[in-house]
Each structure stands twice: as structure tokens, then as C-alpha cells.
């Protein structure tokens, strides 16, 4: 484990790897509260790879990670493997938008952990593609995100068909009632531990809002990207056709003053999700304007900047957007753009975060 930890670039624990993993491996079921961009993933992955049981006769997944997206599930998948490098563990992501042949050839050929979104986790279920009777790890990656977007039905019935003794962790960055509801019901006398620390959002990331008149939003985006010049930014848009609208705009008028101009949402092609998410984190991308659904899913080290287009839904969807810069405590800034009729909507978010947004 030292070696792939060295490998992957870990050097020290983060606080959910510290306090979460000595409770997994003791077998205990966990509730960890904590935002993304913590090492949560690692605080999960390691126990389960520390624990697995391999040997001829087992071929069937002793693991199964659930995540809200594809773009999360790949993720996961990807650092899974880069921590069990020397070991004979073989990991599958199964998600829609890819055919899914080949994810049964994969799990055909034996996997003892595999990452999914609830959907098409279940279709493997009906299929019979995927084999629980091994099973001994479930793990609830961004919870509170699975139940926001309606995946709560299909991980029921998930839940409902895993062995009784499993362990299971759930993490989240948010434990509203529902959350607990699904831990009382599904886990075993499961611990909580918060690494929130009271806080939501961290110190590291400066959050500022301008208020506007909807019709001034984009010019002053133009200024505001003129005068920052972000290594790399997500700007997030409410709907799928407010994405496009800003990234044609966009790519008119800045993409060859700052760099490439890109977009992501649920109605791309998974090839074009793909391609646009191995541009953003090799750098070639320098703006990408996305909505939460997707956007949730975005691990890269890089952001320094987070702009809000458009106020998201709900005061825990704030948190999650602007989690995606100010990784592993690197600093970043967050903007959001705030009409004169959504003030309540601002004092919502800095009730949550126990801070107030500067001007």
C-alpha cells in the first residue's frame, strides 16, 4: 500500500482519511460528512483494497461504489486503480452512455470492485451481469447528490438485494434528513463523523457575489474573466440551453484571449463528455461551462476559479459547485451573479456556510 500511495502522490492523510479509514477497517459502518476535495475517495478505497479477499475461487465483485455521475464514476474508477497498483485487483465502471457489452465483458472476466451510477448498476443487477453473493463493501459516494437528482428508488432496491452483513459508508458533503433516513434504514448502528468542521465551505476559497440585472449578466462576465484571467474556471448555468448559450457566446468573443472555450451537460454524447473532460484536465481547456448534474462530477486540481451564472437551485447545490476549486486546501475564488430578487437566495446560502459572501 506505501508503494501505490507513493505512486498515486500521497503524502500525508487528510482529516476523512485519518478519522474514516481506522473505523472502516475495524468493520464498522460510517456516515462521513465531508465536502469534495478532501481525499475522501482514498478514505474509502483503501480499507476496502486492505481488506479484499483474493484467491482462484473468488471472481465476483466483493465492492460496489455509487456515484451520481459518469464523469465521478470514471474518476473513482481511475484512482481505485492508481492505489491498487501492485496488487491483483481489477476494478470496472459501469455508467450509462457507453455500450454496455463491454462492461459485461469486463465483469465477465472478474473484478473485485466496481463503480457505478445506481442505473445502470441496477441494470447489471436485472441482467445478472453483476454477481452480490461475494459482496462484502457498499459504498454511497455524494449521497446527498444520488437523492437530489431521483437515483433513491434504484438504490433501494440495490441495498435491498446486498447481503445483510455488508459493511457500508456513505459520504456526503451534506446530511439532511433523507440522508439519515437511508443510513437508519440500510446501515448497521452506523457512526457519524463530521470533517466539516462546522464550516462548509473551507477558508482556502475567497467567495464574492455581485448583484445584477439579469440582462447585465454576461457583460459582466466578459469583465470579470478580462480581469481575473483564471488558470482554469467552471462557470455554472442552470439549464442545459443557458450552457450552450453562454459557451457560443463565449467562444465568440474570449476564446483566443483566454484560451479554449468549452461546455458540458446530460444531453451531450458520453464520447463528447469524455473528450471535453480529458481536455479540461490536461489543461488544454481553460473555461468550461457546465450545469451541476455534470459539473458535480469535475475533479481537477487546477480550478482557481468558480463563477456562479446563475444561481444554483438550492443552497447545498452552492456548496458542492464552489467545492470544485480550492482542492486538497489549494486557494480559490468563487463569484456568484445575484439578481435584485434573489437575495433571500444569497442569505440562505451564507446561513449553510456560516459566512457571508463579500461584495
Same mark, same amino acid.
Given at each position: ?31 462521513? +460528512? ?21 484467491? !482462484? ?45 463491454? +462492461? ?54 440495490? $441495498? ?32 457519524? $463523523? ?26 459582466? $462576465? ?6 481575473? !484571467? ?22 465568440? !468573443? ?23 473532460? !480529458? ?33 444554483? +437551485? ?41 459566512? $457571508?459572501?463579500?461584495?
Amino acid at each position: 500500500m506505501l508503494a501505490s500511495l507513493e505512486k498515486a502522490g500521497y503524502e500525508y492523510p487528510t482529516a476523512i482519511q485519518e478519522g474514516l479509514i481506522p473505523r472502516a477497517l475495524a468493520g464498522v459502518d460510517v456516515v462521513g +460528512q465531508a465536502r469534495t476535495g478532501t481525499g475522501k475517495t482514498a478514505s474509502f478505497v483503501i480499507p476496502i483494497l486492505e481488506k479484499l479477499q483474493l484467491g !482462484k475461487d473468488i471472481h465476483s465483485p466483493q465492492a460496489i461504489i455509487m456515484v451520481p455521475t459518469r464523469e465521478l464514476a470514471v474518476q473513482v474508477h481511475d484512482e481505485a486503480e492508481k492505489l491498487a497498483y501492485g496488487r491483483r485487483v481489477h476494478c470496472a465502471a459501469v455508467y450509462g452512455g457507453k455500450p454496455i457489452r463491454s +462492461q459485461i465483458e469486463k465483469l465477465r472476466k472478474g473484478c473485485q470492485i466496481v463503480v457505478g451510477t445506481p442505473g445502470r448498476v441496477l441494470d447489471h443487477l436485472s441482467r445478472r451481469t453483476i454477481d452480490l453473493t461475494q459482496l462484502k463493501f457498499v459504498v454511497l459516494d455524494e449521497a446527498d447528490r444520488m437523492l437530489d437528482i431521483g437515483f433513491r428508488p434504484d438504490i433501494e432496491r440495490i $441495498l435491498r438485494q446486498c447481503p445483510k452483513d455488508r459493511q457500508t459508508m456513505l459520504l456526503s458533503a451534506t446530511v439532511p434528513p433523507p440522508i439519515a433516513k437511508l443510513a437508519q434504514k440500510y446501515m448497521r448502528d452506523p457512526e457519524t $463523523l463530521n470533517f466539516s468542521a462546522g464550516d462548509v465551505a473551507v477558508e482556502t476559497i475567497d467567495q464574492y457575489y455581485f448583484t445584477v440585472d439579469p440582462h447585465k449578466k454576461f457583460e459582466l $462576465l466578459l469583465r470579470l474573466l478580462k480581469r481575473e !484571467k483564471p488558470q482554469q474556471a467552471i462557470i455554472f448555468c442552470r439549464t442545459k440551453r443557458g450552457t450552450d448559450k453562454i459557451h457560443r457566446r463565449l467562444s465568440q !468573443k474570449v476564446g483566443d484571449k483566454f484560451g479554449v472555450v468549452d461546455v458540458i451537460h446530460g444531453d451531450l454524447q458520453q464520447s463528447a463528455r469524455d473528450r471535453v473532460m !480529458k481536455s479540461f484536465r490536461a489543461g488544454e481547456t481553460t473555461i468550461l461551462v457546465a450545469t451541476d448534474v455534470v459539473g458535480r462530477g469535475i475533479d481537477v486540481s487546477g480550478i482557481s476559479h468558480i463563477i456562479n451564472f446563475d444561481m444554483p +437551485q438550492s443552497s447545498d447545490d452552492y456548496v458542492h459547485r464552489v467545492g470544485r476549486t480550492g482542492r486538497m486546501g489549494r486557494e480559490g475564488v468563487a463569484y456568484s451573479f445575484v439578481t435584485p430578487e434573489q437575495g433571500i437566495e444569497l442569505t440562505r446560502i451564507e446561513m449553510l456556510i456560516n459566512t $457571508l459572501l463579500k461584495r
